[in-house]
Structures are given as C-alpha cells and as structure tokens.
C-alpha cells in the first residue's frame, strides 16, 4: 500500500493506494469519528463490493443507499434518494459518507455529504480508473442541472481516499484505457520520468498487474496534488490538467455525448495537441510519434473522427471556457514532460493542425 | 452609517447598517467583483424595495428573481427557480447574487450563492429585524427537507451585509416585536450596558427611530459575532445564543408552527429562563421582573400558554439539541448580561419552573 498525503487549503487528507484496501476495516476506522455510516454506491457497484465493504465497516450501524447507475442519473432528483437515506435512518452531524463508485457516485455523495446538515464526514472509495486518478483530488463535487453539466456543486475535501486496485478487475476494458489516458497525461504534462516509466510498464497496467496499478496511480494523484495546490483556482498552471481536453471535448460534442468516452475523446485531442506542438517546434516529430504509441499501446484512438472538418473542431471549441477575450487558449507540450497554456500561436498552424491527415500520419507509425 | 467588520475563519465582511442603505448604489459596488448581479427576493418584499435596489445597481446586467414567500416554500423546488433563473441568464462564476428579504430569502439565496458553479459572490440585503440581527452573522444558508428543517446547506459567508433600518418601516409591527425579543436577547447573555440603554430606547426603536435602531442591530450583530468568532463549531458558548428557545421551541410545537412567531416563543421561553435562573439563586426577583419589563414593552407575550402542563414541556424538549447523553442542558442567566449552558441544576428546580404561575407572576408587575 502506497500512502499520498494531499495538503489543500485548510485540511490535508490521505490517499491510500493498493490491492484489496476496501475490505480492511482499520483503514476506514482511521476516519470514521461517530458510529454511522451511510455507503452511497450504484446498482452496478453494489452486487460486485458493497459486501465487502459492510464487512469491513461492521463495527458501525449502517445505512447503504443504492441509487441507479450513469450520468443521467446525476440531478437532484437522485442527489435528493441520498437525503432521504440519511434523514430516514436519522443520521446526524456525526455521520460519515462512504462514496463506493465512479465520478459520478463520488461527485454526487461528496456533494450530498458537503450539504447534509451543513457538512459532514466524507470518505472516497473510487472503483474506475479515471475517478481514482481524476476525482481523488481537487474536491469538486456536485450534480448537473438541466441548463448545463457540473452547475450544482461545492468544493469539499474527503476526510480519506481508500483506491483499491483489485476493483479494476471488474472494470470494463475500455474503461481502463479511457483511465490510461488521464494516467498518460500527467507524464506529458509534467514529468517525462513516469512517461518512461509508463512506456515500460504499459503491458503491465493493461493486465492489471497490481503494483504496477498502484504506483501508476500514486503518481497521477500526486501530480495533480502538486498542479492543484499550485494553483486551486484553476488561474494558471491547474489548466494544464486539460491537455488534449479543448480537442477532446470538440469530439465528444460532435459525436455526441457517450458515442466517445472522455478518455477517449482526450487520447486523440491531445495527439492533436501534441501534433499542433510540433508544428511549433516545441517538440519533435519522435516527442510526438512517441505519445502516440504510448496512446495506441493503452488501447485508446489516437485519429479523430475523419467527417470533422476544421471548421466543425472551430464551432465546438469557440464556446470553451478556455476562451478568454475571445482569444483560443490551448494547452500544447513545450517540451516532453511541460505543458503550457497558451494564446500565442499562428492562426495558420491551429489550422493546419486541424486539417492534418492523423489516419496517415499514423499509418507511418505501423502497427504496434 | 455604522460599519462592523466580521472576521470569521478564512475571511472578514463588513456589515453595514444605517437608513436608506438599499439606494446607495457605491455600497454594493464595493463587493461586486463581475459585471452581472442576480437579486433574489419575494413577491411581498418586491413591490416595496425591489426597485430601489435595481436602481443602486443600474451599473450591472440584472437578473431579478421573485420567489413565493413563506418558510412553506423553503424547499429544493424553489431553490430551483434561483438556478433556473441565473442559468437562463448566462450568468457565470463571476456572477453576485443578491438576497433581498427576510430569512427564508437570504438562507435560500445564500445556499443557492454557495452552490451555483461551485460558488459566487454573494451580498446579504436583510429586511426583517430578525434577519438583521440573527442571520447577518454565522453564515448558515439552507433548505428544509420534508423530514426536517435546515436539513440541507451549507457554511458560507456573504461579501457583505447591508442592513437598510428604513425597510423595517414597512414590517408589520407583530415582527417588529419579534425581532426585537432576538435583541433583548444579547443584552440578557452577554451585555448589560446594552440592556440598560434598551430600556432607555424601547419606546424609540418601536416608533422606529432610525438611529436607535441603527445602534441596537450594531450592536446584536457586534454581539453575535464575538459569540461565534469564539465558538464556531457551537461547542460551547455560542449555545448561549439559544437563551429562552429550549422552553420557546416547546411552545412553538406545542402550538403548532407560526401560531406563535418565533421571537414571540423565545420571550415567553426567555421569561420562564429568567425564573429558573431566579429559583437557582442566580439573579434577583428584581433582575427577572426587570427583564420581563422590557419584553413587555417590545409587545411581545411573557406568559406561555396556559393549557400547556410541565408534561407538555418536558415532552417537546427531551428532542431539544441540547440534550446530551439524556442530560437535558438550559441556558440560564449567572448574572444579568451573563449566560451559562448548564445540566447541572435540581430537577425539582425545573419542574418549579414549568409549573409556576406566570400570569400571576406577570400580573404583581401591574401593566405597563
């Protein structure tokens, strides 16, 4: 077990990494002040280890709510299932929620858990990939409204993070590569050693090789620690968490939400981005061949949609939140291991690197 | 103008109080980082001041939200209609929303402020003397859930506080009363020299003189924030701010909520605390007429209903939030301008207290 201790504002709080940690009750008990606890999960989440996890809590009276599984199921409508599980079973300001699940379970009961009786007790038990090496850090929480995603929310830090990398065996394959390409980000965007590390070990983490889980996820969580704290008002350096995300989000929107998974959708925005800083010549075309490997090698597209022109990745990224005085902000690799977050660029090169022929490109590459 | 600077936790807000405050368009551009401001507010309150404010900010794109009144419309569906209405109107994170009205508007507003992209800025605009002397100061904002009041909020400090003493000249003079049971409040625990001017000034602040009761809402809001700053998680001494509601809140549920307002509850409570605190030999029969002289003359009842038995009490308040390990603890008076939270007292102590005669203790007084 790898222990990673996150120090935002004014609370600092452990992420604990390894193989089987959600059946050890003495972890939670670290973090568990009252004698309550409510397991928030979902209908997929729940037959596979909400068990393991009443075990582990049985020295507390508990309360599972179990609500449906999906982002559609993010509003207040489900928020308010939590609430009524809570106040049903008469948890007071003693209590501690349990969110066992992906981001959306995480993001809806760390919310729940920030508003009930005006904050309570929160631990993070995150069961994808992505959740473990996105969610786990940074605090945000909240819910969608009809008018727009993640509208409703609170910052709100977790009292603990319990990553099990035994529940990565339930998840579905692609899933674990859309995952792979947040953990591929932060070895572009800030450290070129886990970069390596990660071309040596990709075999391993695809085969869910337990210690190469762990650290790899360590890393990422410790990567965006250290960008978060930096910078926890997303003003400068928190956006080159985005890599690849300005391109992605312009796939994920034309394809439609859900065609796409996000992680996916970020493997080949930022083998656009990657492309696009070569252009510049910030790296070279070995730097950029090399991300795309590392992406195909996880199992991810590394060619977006070829129906998309230009002018349909113009129309989807002008409305990014990126866009400061109308001015396309982009994060690009100034070299292997440093993203910047940058306006300054050639109209033409944006262009050419949206016009650029990627199934070509990596043809070049061959099959790995 | 009187200012009072705030300073809880992580940050400090001025509260200021005075007449004409709402028209006074370079107070609110003090705290009004963006371009956009949001003005939340109710159908009683809109006719009267609505236009006064959205004049003082004819500098910003406005969003104006009338919501229903009453504590019956305290709920998600009309936190809604806030969210409905700064998304229908773009408004981003750097959006002021405005709460103009009484306490439901500014517990709504403010949690809506809290909640909305994760959290905007936010200026309290109280028009109660409830509101101004309670919930200007400690940051609690919320909803009620069916099953219980206050269940879902959040902690969250405004930017500032402006308190227009003019908007009470339209408060029916019942409320005026009930407020003013939440001033003699303070002066009870913790200010005597605050009590002896009240007695000077009760005839003034009831035909509202502007000053007096600029001084008198300076003042209970000085007063609650030396409480809370002390003791912001209520672990201690912030308790005695709940002076006369343990026996107030027997009243209120025993009548049925808003038979009885709440300021009405607290003098009655406050009254049968007074003897109590008498009983024990903590103050003087003087000290306890003194005080029920003063609730007199802000109108308010100083006699708890006749039908209700020591039974009744003692049923509604074993679920009192003070009760700790079975312990039921009062707030007494040591001295006047003295509070203490105690379990230590005879039970037969308390029992005479619930069974006195208060309308022949209230009637040796003669009227006044």
Known sequence: MQTLHVDLADRSYPIYVGAGLISQGELFARHVAG??????????????????VQRALAAYAQTAIVLPDGEAFKTWETLQLIFDGLLSARHDRRCTVIALGGGVIGDMAGFAAACYQRGVDFIQVPT???????????GKTGINHPLGKNMIGAFYQPNAVLIDTSTLTTLPPRELSAGLAEVIKYGLICDEGFLAWLEEHMDAL????????????????AAKARIVGADEREAGVRATLNLGHTFGHAIETHKGYGAWLHGEAVSAGTVMALEMSRRLGWISTEDRDRGIRLFQRAGLPVVPPEEMTPADFLQHMAVDKKVLDGQLRLVLLRRMGEAVVTADYPDETLHATLSANYRALVGQLGEQ
Do not use: F, H, M
């Open 128 to 138: 994808t990939l992505l959740s473990q090496v996105d969610s786990s850090v940074g």
């Open 206 to 221: 695809r085969s869910l090789d337990q210690q190469a889980l762990t650290y790899a996820i360590e890393q990422s969580c």
């Open 35 to 52: 004698k309550k606890v409510a397991i928030v999960t979902n209908e997929t989440i729940a037959p596979l280890y909400l068990e393991s």
